[in-house]
């Protein structure tokens, strides 16, 4: 049987070393100090020791429900693929984000990936798609604002443009 809880989050680290492997592409260390690769390592960094804190306390959790008497099962893959769908369409996407940030830059890039995100996620999003565009170009916009002009870090800008 697959074991879930031992799958994904190797996924998850996999891809954080992933993630934070491009970040090292990002370009823009002539501006500011920490240049625009800081922050997604930083972010990158947060997630994989929330996911080492996660792990560690499913290990606990399941030695203290093994001395109880208490056996976990595992799930067939199709299960699994039906359970996970919307997370292995997230894992995807994100990873499709990542790899094409520096061919369509933060902006753009940013910007179909939260509205395909909420797309995934919502199940009444053909209501307010309208909505939900604006509040993706206004947020987008803001952090590009505010990263490039406040905090004076370049964020990738579009190669194919």
């Not at 592409?25 to 990158?44: C, D, N, W």
């Not at 299960?79 to 753009?108: A, M, N, P, S």
């Amino acid at each position: 049987m697959l074991r879930s809880d031992r799958i994904l989050p190797a996924a998850l680290f996999a891809f954080l070393a992933f993630a934070y492997y491009q970040a090292d592409t990002i370009p823009g260390k002539e501006k500011g100090l920490i240049g625009a690769a800081f922050f997604p390592k930083m972010v990158i960094i947060i997630m994989a020791i929330f996911l080492i804190i996660i792990v560690l306390g499913d290990l606990k959790k399941e030695k203290k429900e093994a001395g109880q008497g208490i056996v976990r099962k595992g799930v067939t893959l199709s299960e699994g693929l039906k359970r996970y769908r919307k997370v292995i369409l997230v894992f995807i996407t994100t990873c499709i984000y990542v790899v094409l940030l520096q061919q369509l830059g933060y902006v753009l890039d940013t910007i179909l990936y939260l509205i395909i995100l909420t797309m995934l996620l919502m199940d009444n999003w053909k209501e307010k798609l309208p909505f939900i565009i604006c509040l993706m170009i206004i947020f987008t916009v803001s952090i590009y604002s505010i990263f490039t002009y406040l905090l004076q870090v370049s964020l990738p800008s579009a190669g194919l443009f």
